[in-house]
């Protein structure tokens, strides 16, 4: 069945260092979304990658969605406090009915 | 409201009862997610609405688990003969009609914890 894979599952940084987390689906998606869930708080939207080959950025925040459409990363430069939380990409099905979530990535960043 | 309202917060139950969670979308909001996320996993597909049907139910785990939406807005999901396996928060989530992929607004969830 459908699945979404997504490593690391934990990442320490100190504040200024850069983050990556990466997302691999085992089909091919029509879309991707990506969200941030702050500790004891709800999933929220941060982007969604349509096209293939797509790179959007947010501030120090870099989508990009793979050829293939079949992976997506997230890249954070120069990390602050305020990054922390556990961020999530979910797949999208071309019937637009699932999302599949991927296990998520916890960040964590000293100051 | 402004955002998705999902009662109760917290619900706490002996194995073998029965429990409903109730979900009060966005206004306007005609799809509508059943979401189930243990702790230190992602949010697990439970059941989609469209409208007043269940567009997509293949998420629920079991016939223990029912979800409806009979006016195609509050959603309540109804979990029988709870098990403590059941144990996790509930998150319901709501998206604009038409919006292919559009993004899902969650409420806080309903944690429900099964003794």
């Known amino acids: 069945g459908q699945q979404v894979m997504q490593i690391p599952q934990y990442q320490h940084v100190q504040e200024g260092e850069d983050f990556t987390t990466y997302c691999n689906s085992s089909?091919?998606?029509?879309?991707i979304q990506w969200y941030k869930q702050r500790p004891g708080g709800h999933p929220v939207f941060l982007i969604q990658l349509v096209k293939s080959g797509e790179v959007k950025k947010q501030k120090r925040l870099t989508f990009q969605f793979g050829e293939a459409k079949k992976n997506s990363s997230l890249h954070i430069t120069a990390t602050q406090t305020t990054d922390v939380g556990t961020y999530f990409c979910?797949?999208?099905?071309?019937?637009?009915?699932?999302?599949?979530f991927g296990s998520g990535t916890k960040l964590n960043v000293k100051p | 409201g402004a955002g998705v309202s999902q009662t109760p917060s917290n619900k706490v139950t002996e194995k073998g009862k029965y429990v409903e969670l109730r979900c009060d979308p966005i206004s306007g909001h005609t799809a509508l997610y059943w979401y189930r996320q243990s702790l230190g996993q992602g949010p697990e597909f439970l059941i989609y609405?469209?409208?007043?049907?269940?567009?997509?139910d293949s998420g629920l785990p079991n016939d223990r688990f029912f979800a409806v939406r009979p006016e195609g807005s509050v959603s309540t999901l109804k979990i029988q003969r709870t098990e403590r396996g059941d144990s996790a928060v509930y998150l319901c989530?709501?998206?604009?009609?038409?919006?292919?992929?559009?993004?899902?607004?969650f409420g806080e969830g309903s944690r429900l914890t099964v003794l």
């Open positions: 089909t091919t998606l029509s879309n």
């Open positions: 979910a797949g999208i099905t071309y019937n637009f009915n699932k999302f599949y």
């Open positions: 989530a709501s998206s604009l009609q038409g919006t292919r992929g559009g993004e899902l607004f």
């Open positions: 609405f469209q409208g007043t049907g269940a567009a997509d």
